[in-house]
């Protein structure tokens, strides 16, 4: 019941603190519903996965059809979930080496691709929201995001990085270009060839995409 899910999410001293707990909910159902209606348990997943030649895809192919993953076009937290598993000491999730984990794109790397110049964004409107961290609307959220995956993925590969390599670089980025005080560019690794356009904010949109 929900007020038992509600009880799993109490603090240690007794409060209620998670934000949008209904979201977290809904999406828990959903992932239960789907794998109910599947008969589909998580070892299956993994085992499957690791016995294709494509473990990788096959893994994120099967997370296509689960609540809770199959609703983002761009696997963000399918694709984070297969890095984590591949990243365990045991090893849960075997990649093959031609597979390539695809970009990961949450606020950290639509900021940055933002501020650097990677995306440009040429919609005045759009542009004035995104200075302002104004809600922006779905269409809206969606133009930036799949433009920053697209730069991501044209970065790893002009680059000859893997995924993890180029996602580390930016997420260590975020040192000297936070959320929430003023950029310091004149320590941070991007100066040289940054756009500067600290004014511009990820898109603030309340999503359980990523
Ligand atoms: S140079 Fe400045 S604006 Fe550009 S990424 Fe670094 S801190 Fe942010």
Redesign the pocket.
């Known amino acids: 019941s929900e007020t038992e899910f509600a009880n799993w999410y109490r603090a240690d001293d007794g409060s209620a603190n998670m934000p949008a707990l209904n979201l977290h909910f809904e999406v828990a159902r959903a992932y239960g519903r789907d794998m109910q209606a599947l008969h589909w348990t998580p070892r299956e997943i993994l085992e499957r996965a690791n016995a294709s030649d494509k473990p990788l895809q096959t893994f994120l192919q099967a997370l296509d059809h689960i609540g809770g993953y199959k609703e983002d076009p761009l696997r963000k937290k399918a694709t984070l979930l297969a890095v984590i598993l591949r990243q365990r000491p045991e090893q849960f999730l075997r990649v093959a080496p031609a597979e390539s984990v695809p970009p990961i794109i949450d606020y950290h790397l639509m900021r940055?691709c933002l501020?650097?110049g990677l995306i440009r964004v040429d919609d005045d409107a759009l542009r004035q929201k995104l200075e302002r961290r104004e809600l922006v609307a779905a269409d809206e959220e969606w133009a930036v995001r799949s433009a920053a995956y697209e730069a991501i993925s044209r970065t790893q590969s002009l680059s000859g990085k893997s995924m993890g390599a180029v996602d580390w670089f930016f997420f260590g980025?975020r040192r000297?270009?936070p959320e929430m005080t003023e950029?310091?560019?004149a320590r941070?690794t991007?100066?040289a060839v940054?756009a500067?356009?600290?004014n511009l904010f990820q898109p603030a949109r309340r999503t359980t995409f990523y």
């Open positions: 940055s501020r650097t980025a000297y270009c950029p310091d560019c941070c991007l100066d940054c500067h356009a600290k």
